[in-house]
């Protein structure tokens, strides 16, 4: 499955702003998905991932209460829901799928996105 990540840009701090992901060549139905982002200098690290049926979520601590996954397996697409964010928010966001249960693990990803920059200013 190819994925293409969108909506990224420049946002001030406690804006809000939403990514989606568009799956295309196969459906996304069948993978467990997640989006992670990458800062500066730092490794890329998972924000959130979502089972394959939508049921299930996992967030990083950094990030619950503020952002929201969801899917829409209809249209092939995955979100990501960000409020109230702040410049520690700065990174390029992918989006990732994988088969695997660990879905919580960025290692277990093998499908990924091209990634969107999000720059929170203060």
């Known amino acids: 499955v190819q994925l293409q990540a969108s909506g990224g840009g420049l946002v001030q701090a406690g804006d809000s702003l939403r990514l989606s992901c568009a799956g295309s060549g196969r459906a996304i139905r069948p993978y467990h998905m997640g989006w992670f982002r990458q800062a500066p200098g730092k490794e890329r690290e998972i924000v959130v991932s979502?089972?394959?049926?939508?049921?299930?979520?996992y967030y990083v601590d950094s990030v619950k209460g503020r952002f929201t996954i969801s899917r829409d397996n209809a249209n092939n697409r995955m979100y990501l829901q960000m409020d109230n964010m702040s410049p520690e928010d700065t990174a390029i966001y992918y989006c990732?799928?994988?088969?695997?249960?660990?879905?919580?693990?960025?290692?277990?990803?093998?499908?990924w996105g091209q990634g969107t920059l999000v720059t929170v200013s203060s």
């Open positions: 990732a799928a994988t088969s695997s249960v660990l879905y919580s693990s960025r290692d277990q990803y093998m499908y």
């Open positions: 979502i089972n394959r049926s939508g049921a299930s979520r």
